[in-house]
């Protein structure tokens, strides 16, 4: 999560900006002056209720300050569009498609929920696993299909990316207008309830990156038919997760050949939610450090970051990064939608982020015929 600083948007009273905040403060100031001058003089048979009444818009009041200073804090929404998903669409370019001919037929994925123990990490968890609808063909048993990973943000879990993305949904769109091949969809649960792992291996601590880069290919490959080709994965992530997703493939770039990131930051967090996951090693620190990496390596897993245009942290975490690289690592900065740092943005991006990684991955070994594809059997 990033902390965003006020913004305001042409015409709009933007929640993150101090005019709103001093409007609620003057309110809740006017609030309590009237309910401590009137308390005693309303009239006998009204006390009662208007004393209840005020001491609950108080509360209300109250909470909707809070509200905002944590709103502030972290950019979650820009203005009361941003909010109430009221913001424009993002122009989506046509996708060149996988193939010649009219788009894929309709046909649907299925999501299981299953459990994936890391016998090197140690680690064991709950995760989803999107097979896409060809899958379950008898003419692509032989098949083997690429894999994206996803990351979700801190606090959160791998239900999001349903609940408020409509992973599924999405990927059969992608999968059947040919933005992208079927592929296996992996996603994780990347942190411990109550403590942000920063998806790396800590010392003295939890080895997340093992369990994520190492534990879950492997479990992956036991059980489902992914492709086992060099850099036949992908990753993607929002928030927390668009920079674990960045510095786990840059730390394993045999396995991923592409890394997406939505409003993520590319320098490692520490905090209370983190704790001390270095130990104070500059070394570790530096590895878990996408945007020193990048100015230090040559590292041939490009990119594609994108951030709503009403989180300025998150712009300034890709400007950064771009200027450390320098080319020496691939960066496409993808369409910024309206908005902060929310779902409502990341909803908007994940398409063309699906698509860009769709066009760096393998299509399923051996290839499907494209009558199938087109039927979704």
Partial sequence: ???????????????????????????????ITVTMMMWNRWPTGWALVLRLGCLLLLMVAGAVLTADVVNREFGFYASFDDLLGRLPPVTVKSCSGGADGPPAASAHGRVEHVRLAGSVSGISRDALVYLPAVYVSPAAARSRFPVIELFHGYPGGPDAWQRQLDLTALLDREIAARCMPPVIVVVPTDSEPGHDGECVDAVLGRRNETYLAVDVPAQLAARYRVSDAPRSWAVLGYSTGGFCAVDVAFHHPSRYVAAAALSGYFTPVTDASTGDLYRGRRGVRQWNNPQWQAAHRHIDVPLYVVAGRADPEAQRAIEHLKAAARGRVAITTGESPAGGHNFTVWSKACPAAFDWLGDHLPVPEPALPLQMQDSGK
């Fill in 1 to 31: 999560m990033t902390r965003a600083e006020p913004f305001r948007a042409a015409g709009v009273l933007a929640l993150t900006g101090w005019p709103f905040l001093g409007l609620l403060s003057a309110l809740s100031v006017v609030l």
